[in-house]
């Protein structure tokens, strides 16, 4: 493969939590609707060369659970490990992923993944979601794991599920919540005394915020070796357009402040890999315009 070679690694999981009228289920359905409305073809038609590994046998990927504290800790602990597994096995034949999801919990296994095919490499993160996801069982208020993610590849968390993501992957200092908006108080507390930069959505549709946001990338690029970039959809803003996402919130990141953002990075670090996650098209929402800027995101990323 050449140096551009890009793996796509699909993660049709949405156990990390569980919603009302079933909307996890079309989260879990996103990696396999990606494909079927082009998302790949129009990367490779931009000159992006993918080998596309399929999807982790993540099977079922939802599971009702009434848990209060951690929904599905077992089955989303063996899913980290299997995407884990899967983003390593391909990065023999490939230099960057390209993760599809499925809820954010792909991302901490993608991490995982990276850093068990190359242990000696030091990596950023840039988390863009306009929910924190750094909640733990002690101040979850839905039991849902998919809001703890960022929390356990910072190695925060219960013991299990840190180590099902080889936590820390990420040092603090080294890693930034993009668009995040919509947070739970302790969330709040412990990212304002934490060494995570955060950049909120009305910061970042400002040029002094994307002056900010490149500043924090080019201090980090000095101290690791590349980045990965988590990009869950509902970090756009729902007032902008009705977007097929799981999770709407209204305020978010214009598209255009998105696409801004992720090539500030990009300008500044090596992009070792790009997760989009948390579409859904089973919500009614503008599944064209989602995919069209899915697609924008991802070859701002990757190309």
Not at 57 to 64: K, L, N, S, T
Not at 171 to 181: F, K, M
Request: charged share 20%.
């Amino acid at each position: 493969m050449g140096t551009r070679s890009i793996a796509v690694v699909g993660v049709p999981s949405a156990l990390g939590g569980v919603l009302p009228e079933d909307r996890h289920v079309g989260m879990a359905e996103a990696p396999r609707d990606l494909r079927r409305l082009g998302f790949l073809d129009r990367l490779t038609a931009g000159g992006l060369e993918l080998r596309d590994t399929g999807d982790v046998p993540i099977e079922p990927g939802v599971r009702d659970d009434p848990d209060s504290r951690l929904k599905n800790r077992a089955e989303v602990a063996a899913a980290i490990r299997q995407t884990a597994d899967a983003v390593a096995a391909c990065l023999g034949d490939a230099d960057r992923i390209l993760v599809i999801g499925g809820d954010c919990c792909a991302h901490a296994g993608a991490l995982a993944g990276l850093r068990r095919a190359r242990p000696e490499r030091r990596l950023a993160i840039a988390w863009f979601d306009a929910h924190g996801d750094s909640n733990t069982a002690e101040t979850t208020p839905s039991g849902n794991i998919w809001g703890m993610p960022f929390a356990l590849l910072l190695g925060r968390g219960e013991a299990d599920l840190v180590a099902a993501a080889d936590g820390p992957s990420v040092e603090p200092r080294h890693a930034a919540l993009i668009g995040g908006q919509v947070l739970d108080e302790p969330e709040s507390r412990w990212l304002s005394a934490s060494p995570v930069a955060h950049f909120g959505p009305g910061m970042l549709a400002t040029p002094a915020g994307l002056a900010a946001l490149d500043a924090w990338a080019r201090a980090v690029a000095a101290e690791v070796d590349g980045v990965y970039v988590a990009l869950d959809h509902d970090v756009l803003d729902a007032d902008e357009t009705p977007w097929a996402v799981t999770m709407p919130e209204a305020g978010g990141l214009g598209a255009e402040a998105a696409v801004a953002a992720v090539r500030t990075i990009r300008a500044a670090l090596p992009v070792v890999g790009y997760g989009a996650t948390a579409m859904n098209f089973r919500t009614g929402g503008d599944a064209d315009r989602t995919v069209a800027v899915a697609v924008r995101l991802a070859t701002a990323a990757l190309a």
